[in-house]
């Protein structure tokens, strides 16, 4: 009770309320928040400070960044709950705020966007952490064609001409324009008839549920901004008995990788990722590292395998 009371009186001010409502929905930077909220950067960093101390809100460090987000080990009671739903409502600047992050969210997926678009066509050329045929071999032995495979962040579609060999048909998405654009005409100069390549966010998937037998993140899952999300999108889209087929890297330190390569999260852990695929109700058969480079910074290759319940 008295934590409770505690957060209660820190929220009777409303930038922390504001602060907190924000940061219950995105993690962000004292700078983006500055942008947000339109507030001095000392007196936001004041009212995080006073949160974090009250274990509403945490610091993640991801590269030179510091960011803030709500405590996701803080079990929010009722009234601390509806103070937040009620919060949306009640406080005028609320739509403005979720307008600014929407923007703050769309400019960080451009960037992404525009590292690809700069890539379209230079894969094979240039070198990728963690896209070894050692990997996808080991995910291919455990998809049985025909079948309908969701081919989740494509690129330019070398894995999704090879799968539509076997398979009955092969969805290949991707948020880069050019990269889509270059797999498509791939697909029309090899006459490839069952490939898909459709332009989409992988949080917010351009397929139909209940549509696809596999979905694939193959080195891509790194690049979004919430895998978590993702996961889950590629769980929607899955037929009952369906498997998601994630390969990725391992959780690693090798910080150049966000500006070299657009990496956004440097890897996963074995517990990340099985919790990923739990909390998008999937069935974990394995998680397993299936190759390790040897030249520094020696990435290892992590593949998942989970089912979706009949």
């Known amino acids: 009770m008295a934590g409770l009371v505690k957060a209660l009186k820190l929220l009777g001010d409303e930038s922390r309320l504001r602060l907190l409502r924000l940061l219950a929905r995105e993690e962000l930077s004292v700078g983006e928040l500055q942008e947000i909220l339109g507030m001095g950067q000392s007196r936001i960093s004041m009212q995080l400070a006073q949160l974090k101390q009250a274990g509403l809100v945490e610091l993640r460090r991801s590269g030179q960044r510091s960011l803030y987000r709500f405590n996701p080990e803080r079990e929010l009671s009722p009234p601390l709950r509806d103070i937040l739903k009620r919060t949306g409502q009640e406080i005028a600047e609320a739509s403005s705020d979720d307008d600014a ?20 066509g230079r894969f094979g050329r240039h070198y990728v952490p963690g896209r070894s045929w050692q990997g996808l071999a080991e995910t291919l032995l455990r998809i049985l064609p025909p079948m309908v495979i969701a081919d989740l962040g494509a690129g330019e579609g070398s894995n999704a001409l090879h799968l539509s060999r076997r398979a009955e ?15 498509r005409s791939l697909a029309r100069k090899y006459k490839v008839k069952n490939l898909d390549y459709r332009l989409g966010d992988l949080e917010d998937l351009p397929i139909e549920s209940s549509s696809c037998h596999i979905a694939l993140f193959h080195q891509s899952l790194h690049h979004v901004l919430h895998p978590e999300r993702a996961v889950a999108e590629a769980a ?8 998601v087929a994630i390969v990725d890297l391992m959780r690693h330190r090798f910080e150049q990788a966000r500006e070299l390569y657009a990496h956004v999260w440097l890897g996963f852990s074995q517990p990340e990722l099985l919790r ?25 290759t992590l593949l998942a395998v989970a089912q979706k319940p009949a």
Not at 169 to 183: F, K, L, P, Q, T
Request: glycine letters at 6%.
């Open 101 to 120: 992050l929407a923007l703050i969210l769309s400019r960080r997926k451009d960037t992404l966007r525009a590292h690809f678009d700069e890539l379209a």
């Open 169 to 183: 048909r092969v969805i290949a998405v991707d948020n880069s324009e050019r990269m889509v654009a270059y797999g």
């Open 236 to 243: 929607r889209i899955l037929l009952p008995g369906g498997r």
């Open 276 to 300: 990923f695929l739990r909390e998008a109700g999937l069935v974990t058969s394995e998680i397993t590292i299936v190759h390790r480079e040897e030249e520094p910074p020696h990435f290892e």
